[in-house]
């Protein structure tokens, strides 16, 4: 989380459900790391490659966290892990940018 919080600004709103989401989903990600079982691709390119594509911003800072957990668990996020990520770093900048304009 604290790379998020980093490579996006700061994510002030902690009470907001997408907030919860991307919690919830980095700290099953650390078990999975844990564990040594990450989210297996299975023909996710064309996904993977939209998503990216669309949303660089948010690849950079996965490429960050991919960095942490190279050094950390010796291991590589997933195609599938990292658009996990995306998605759900996407719907808190989004829920924050709804409430700067509310």
Known sequence: MDIIRYDRGGLT???NTSY???Y???KFLAER???GSLVRDEGQDFLY???TTAYPQYLSCTERI???VKSKFSLELTKQ???YLIIQIHRVEE???ETNNA
């Open 81 to 83: 892990e990292v658009l």
């Open 20 to 22: 919860a989401g991307l």
């Open 49 to 51: 490659n939209e998503i």
């Open 13 to 15: 709103n902690r009470e």
């Open 66 to 68: 991919n960095s942490f």
């Open 95 to 97: 829920t924050r940018e």
């Open 33 to 35: 790391l844990i564990k």
């Open 24 to 26: 919830t989903h980095v």
